[in-house]
């Protein structure tokens, strides 16, 4: 019996031993679960790559990658030269030719000039703002001339009118601009005038003036009411390489005028061109407060020019603007804008005969060099066009 029971246990065990043997191998051959690839991948291509490489940004609204701008230097503009400009520019006086050459040569070439005609006559010239003063004295100059000479051509009409009209305009009054420096000082050019008349821009297009005669320009925004006149006057002296002196909004005026002389001298340029705020020539307060500007700038040294923004559409109502101007700061010359808009050409004659004031510089055209030096000859001819004579004078 015992026998048997110890033969029993050696078969349980060697039962139990071959089972062990078959499992354990089986086990041993499991493979090891895989690690994960974005693991494997990522250390991968680390060690590729190198040192990370900066991406461009990208608009997250897109996701397309936006390169940045490239940083580019403002370019500097080469002016046209003033010389000449007011020839090329004469077609843009076709409005006033209709009054001029067409309209008071048409009546001057009738067969009888009586005193029906002769009126007509006068009526166009103040139609055209000549004045009633200068046109009486243009059309009793005239009558007699055409009847000593007895005159009759077309071409010879036109001549005896174009010598009146540049006899009106004074053709001895000094046009020149001064705006050289003097003993190491730059010249100082005030630019005053109305609201609306264009005067910020008008100022930018006289730096653009000075610059094609060869002037180095330092402008002044001593407009600090408006930041965007600041801004519009900036704009354009950067166009031509000219610094803008500004100060805060709402700033005094005498003070970035001052400001802006300094800068000049210390910097040694030609001219300081100061841009002042619009104003209205019945409002005290505003011309006291330019009379402040002149007598603050002038601390520093005398004004060279005081140039008044004119325009040319408001007809004779320019005249009292450019009076009350004159007795606050003693304006110098008249720049007359938008004679291409206006068929009152005759306003140059009404305002150098009531202030004697020179008309130095006229506006005919929106473009950046369409400011052009006043010259009367150019003027009357460009006035009176050849149309009417089918040949030009």
Same mark, same amino acid.
């Given at each position: 019996m015992a026998e048997y029971l110890v033969l029993a246990l050696v078969l349980l065990g060697v039962l139990i031993a071959g089972t062990v043997g078959l499992v354990v191998p089986r086990l041993r051959r499991r493979p090891e679960p895989p690690l994960p690839r974005t693991e494997v991948?990522?250390?991968?291509?680390?060690?590729?790559?190198?040192?990370?490489?900066?991406?461009?940004?990208?608009?997250?609204?897109?996701?397309?990658?936006v390169e940045p701008p490239p940083v580019l230097a403002p370019q500097v503009e080469v002016p046209e030269p003033t010389a000449g400009r007011l020839v090329r520019l004469r077609s843009r006086l076709s409005r006033s030719q209709n009054v001029f050459g067409k309209g008071l040569l048409g009546l001057l070439a009738r067969d009888h000039l009586d005193e029906d005609v002769w009126e007509e006559i006068e009526d166009s010239l103040i139609t055209a703002d000549v004045g009633v003063d200068a046109t009486r004295d243009i059309v009793d100059r005239l009558r007699e001339r055409t009847r000593v000479l007895g005159t009759r051509s077309a071409y010879e009409l036109r001549a005896l009118l174009a010598a009146e009209l540049v006899n009106a305009l004074d053709p001895s009054l000094d046009r020149s601009l001064r705006t050289a420096p003097k003993d190491g000082v730059p010249a100082v050019v005030l630019v005053v005038g109305v609201n609306g008349a264009g005067k910020t821009t008008t100022c930018g297009k006289i730096a653009r003036v000075l610059v094609a005669d060869g002037r180095s320009v330092l402008l002044g925004a001593a407009d600090?009411?408006?930041?965007?006149?600041?801004?519009?006057?900036?704009?354009?002296?950067?166009?031509? #390489?000219?610094? /803008?002196?500004?100060?805060?909004?709402?700033? @005094?005026? +005498?003070?970035?005028?001052?400001?802006? !002389?300094?800068? #000049?001298?210390? /910097?040694?340029?030609?001219?300081?061109?100061? @841009?002042? +705020?619009?104003?209205?020539?019945?409002? !005290?307060?505003?011309?006291?407060?330019?009379?402040?500007?002149?007598?603050?700038?002038e601390k520093q040294g005398p004004i060279d020019e005081t140039l008044l923004i004119l325009d040319a559409t408001t007809g004779q109502n320019g005249l009292e603007q450019a009076r009350v101007f004159t007795d606050v700061v003693n304006v110098t010359g008249v720049v007359l804008t938008k004679l291409d808009g206006t068929a009152k050409g005759g306003i140059v004659i009404a305002v150098q005969r009531k202030l004697g004031i020179p008309v130095k510089l006229v506006g005919l055209g929106e473009g950046k060099d369409d400011l052009a030096p006043f010259d009367p000859a150019q003027f009357v001819d460009a006035l009176l066009g050849t149309e009417a004579t089918g040949r030009d004078a």
């Open positions: 991948d990522t250390r991968a291509e680390e060690d590729l790559a190198g040192p990370p490489v900066e991406a461009p940004e990208s608009d997250l609204s897109t996701g397309v990658l600090t009411f408006r930041a965007a006149a600041a801004d519009q006057l900036e704009t354009w002296g950067s166009r031509v #390489g000219a610094e /803008t002196v500004r100060g805060p909004e709402a700033a @005094d005026p +005498a003070s970035v005028a001052f400001d802006a !002389v300094k800068r #000049g001298i210390d /910097t040694g340029v030609d001219t300081v061109l100061i @841009d002042t +705020a619009g104003r209205l020539q019945n409002k !005290v307060g505003l011309m006291d407060e330019l009379g402040k500007v002149k007598r603050v700038v």
